[in-house]
């Protein structure tokens, strides 16, 4: 990628879909700027700067790959609420002082990201452990939302059924994995 | 009801909306009903989360990462480019000093573009410069006169009688300055401090006055003398530059072969109007920028 070229809206859109994470460095880029300056307006510190934009980012990246996603505004302005929402849970949570409201974003996100918890951290671990087939093909089907002719055809199986077979074959492996280590209390 | 795949599937399309509403229906009854199947499906539930988690933090790590990366190999994949342009920049930045002939004999003076609607305002193509001997041949009255402050009407004129030429700036002979051409070899006869040195005639700068042939390279060249005068009382600048060594030798750089040069000096202090815009020459070292004769400043 080449890391000083200008991306339109569109052009995002589809590097997503094509699952180009390069792009996710360029929104990453061209947003900071502003994250930054509403991140500390608001009592933010450098370091939320960065957890906020990325979270922000991802829930991007989540919604693009739905098929029914539709932009109804610039991919700046729909991040910039996206990480504004995030960074006011985070302030609520947190009890912090109350942020600054931002009259100009008029865009009401529904979709909220969901909170890292303990249970999904033990999970995490063991994705980690599974190899990197069964790692992608849960991670398109359970994130990206890939259909498995989607799937097969990124991931170089044969048809859609090789790919659901192998996606039964690695839910099952990751869940053995995890309930070998860990009771039910534990969940 | 299960099939090859268990309740995954069944499970799967639940969460992802794809089932019919009976079968919709009939799965949230069995999840009330079967316990079993309830504690199943919040397993796979905790699974399907961690698994999103786990896609959340590789795309958060890739952003991390690559973000740093984006600064390292920028440098490391460009280190060598910049370590071989700004060795490029250098020796390009020491040829051009050395062809603007910065002398540490000489002391440079700079100008600044003339603001006068009566100079052209182009900047002078840099030329070969045309030394100047300060003459020590004034008569003394003529120096005690020149000395005091001058009312504005009064222009005094000083035929300069030697051409002086420094070994690192060749001197053009008439018939080179005017065809623009290279100088002749400075293969003249050199004075007591080992420059190059001419005669020249009084005079102003005449393209139809003829020389002596200067063809064959051993001969000395010549070149059209210099009337020099000042008017005091008017200040303006000019693009060009000067030189004036230890020994008050003054070089001129730059000077259009149709302007008309007019040199004046009091023994200590110097002045040069050039095209009729006259100029101040400080004998100090350094740079000066500006060079501006005004009504204030009198050559004493």
Same mark, same amino acid.
């Given at each position: 990628m080449v890391y000083n070229k200008k991306y339109s809206d569109p052009e995002i859109i589809t590097e997503i879909r094509k699952g180009n994470k390069d792009v996710l460095v360029y929104l990453y880029r061209e947003n900071y700027p502003i994250i930054r300056s509403y991140i500390q307006k608001n009592s933010g510190k450098s370091e939320d700067i960065e957890d906020v934009l990325q979270e922000a980012i991802v829930v991007v990246w989540q919604n693009v790959m739905k098929p029914e996603f539709e932009l109804t505004s610039k991919l700046n302005t729909f991040l910039y609420a996206i990480a504004k929402n995030t960074w006011l849970k985070h302030l609520n949570k947190n009890k912090r002082q109350e942020p600054i409201a931002d009259k100009h974003v008029q865009i009401h996100v529904t979709k909220e990201s969901s909170m890292e918890s303990m249970d999904s951290r033990i999970v995490v671990e063991y994705m980690q452990k599974l190899g990197d087939t069964c790692r992608d093909l849960l991670h398109l089907f359970y994130f990206d939302g890939l259909d498995m002719t989607e799937i097969a055809e990124r991931l170089g199986f044969n048809n859609s059924d090789t790919a659901k077979a192998k996606k039964y074959q690695c839910f099952k492996k990751l869940e053995v994995m995890v309930k070998a280590n860990y009771s039910r209390a534990d969940f | 009801m299960e099939n090859e795949y268990g309740n995954i599937d069944r499970f799967d399309a639940y969460l992802n909306d794809t089932i019919s509403a009976d079968e919709k229906l009939v799965f949230e009854k069995e999840i009330q009903e079967n316990i079993s199947f309830r504690q199943e499906f919040e397993s796979y539930k905790l699974l399907v989360e961690g698994i999103q988690e786990s896609r959340k933090q590789e795309l958060k790590d890739y952003i991390k990462n690559n973000t740093k990366k984006e600064v390292k190999s920028l440098f490391r994949n460009n280190g060598k480019f910049y370590a071989i342009a700004a060795v490029i920049v250098f020796f390009v930045s020491v040829y051009i000093v050395f062809e603007t002939n910065i002398d540490n004999s000489n002391e440079h003076y700079a100008m600044e573009k003339s603001e006068d609607t009566s100079v052209d305002k182009k900047e002078i193509p840099m030329g070969n410069p045309i030394a100047m001997e300060? @003459? &020590?041949?004034?008569p003394k009255n003529d120096s005690e006169k020149i000395a005091q402050p001058e009312p504005i009407e009064n222009i005094k004129e000083i035929k300069i009688d030697k051409l002086i030429a420094s070994n690192n700036f060749p001197i053009l002979t008439y018939r080179d300055y005017l065809k623009d051409q290279k100088p002749v070899a400075s293969k003249s006869y050199s004075d007591n401090n080992g420059n190059a040195e001419t005669t020249v005639e009084s005079? @102003?700068?005449? &393209?139809e006055k003829t020389l002596p042939n200067t063809d064959k390279k051993d001969v000395e060249p010549v070149v059209q003398p210099i009337t020099m005068k000042v008017d005091f009382y008017t200040s303006t600048d000019y693009t060009f530059h000067y030189s004036m060594s230890d020994n008050s030798k003054i070089k001129l750089y730059g000077v259009d072969k149709d302007a008309k040069i007019v040199f004046l000096h009091t023994g200590k202090k110097y002045a040069i109007m050039i095209n009729e815009n006259p100029y101040k020459i400080e004998i100090s070292k350094g740079i000066k920028a500006l060079i501006k004769i005004n009504k204030d400043i009198y050559l004493k």
């Amino acid at each position: 990628m080449v890391y000083n070229k200008k991306y339109s809206d569109p052009e995002i859109i589809t590097e997503i879909r094509k699952g180009n994470k390069d792009v996710l460095v360029y929104l990453y880029r061209e947003n900071y700027p502003i994250i930054r300056s509403y991140i500390q307006k608001n009592s933010g510190k450098s370091e939320d700067i960065e957890d906020v934009l990325q979270e922000a980012i991802v829930v991007v990246w989540q919604n693009v790959m739905k098929p029914e996603f539709e932009l109804t505004s610039k991919l700046n302005t729909f991040l910039y609420a996206i990480a504004k929402n995030t960074w006011l849970k985070h302030l609520n949570k947190n009890k912090r002082q109350e942020p600054i409201a931002d009259k100009h974003v008029q865009i009401h996100v529904t979709k909220e990201s969901s909170m890292e918890s303990m249970d999904s951290r033990i999970v995490v671990e063991y994705m980690q452990k599974l190899g990197d087939t069964c790692r992608d093909l849960l991670h398109l089907f359970y994130f990206d939302g890939l259909d498995m002719t989607e799937i097969a055809e990124r991931l170089g199986f044969n048809n859609s059924d090789t790919a659901k077979a192998k996606k039964y074959q690695c839910f099952k492996k990751l869940e053995v994995m995890v309930k070998a280590n860990y009771s039910r209390a534990d969940f | 009801m299960e099939n090859e795949y268990g309740n995954i599937d069944r499970f799967d399309a639940y969460l992802n909306d794809t089932i019919s509403a009976d079968e919709k229906l009939v799965f949230e009854k069995e999840i009330q009903e079967n316990i079993s199947f309830r504690q199943e499906f919040e397993s796979y539930k905790l699974l399907v989360e961690g698994i999103q988690e786990s896609r959340k933090q590789e795309l958060k790590d890739y952003i991390k990462n690559n973000t740093k990366k984006e600064v390292k190999s920028l440098f490391r994949n460009n280190g060598k480019f910049y370590a071989i342009a700004a060795v490029i920049v250098f020796f390009v930045s020491v040829y051009i000093v050395f062809e603007t002939n910065i002398d540490n004999s000489n002391e440079h003076y700079a100008m600044e573009k003339s603001e006068d609607t009566s100079v052209d305002k182009k900047e002078i193509p840099m030329g070969n410069p045309i030394a100047m001997e300060e @003459n &020590k041949n004034i008569p003394k009255n003529d120096s005690e006169k020149i000395a005091q402050p001058e009312p504005i009407e009064n222009i005094k004129e000083i035929k300069i009688d030697k051409l002086i030429a420094s070994n690192n700036f060749p001197i053009l002979t008439y018939r080179d300055y005017l065809k623009d051409q290279k100088p002749v070899a400075s293969k003249s006869y050199s004075d007591n401090n080992g420059n190059a040195e001419t005669t020249v005639e009084s005079g @102003n700068l005449d &393209k139809e006055k003829t020389l002596p042939n200067t063809d064959k390279k051993d001969v000395e060249p010549v070149v059209q003398p210099i009337t020099m005068k000042v008017d005091f009382y008017t200040s303006t600048d000019y693009t060009f530059h000067y030189s004036m060594s230890d020994n008050s030798k003054i070089k001129l750089y730059g000077v259009d072969k149709d302007a008309k040069i007019v040199f004046l000096h009091t023994g200590k202090k110097y002045a040069i109007m050039i095209n009729e815009n006259p100029y101040k020459i400080e004998i100090s070292k350094g740079i000066k920028a500006l060079i501006k004769i005004n009504k204030d400043i009198y050559l004493k």
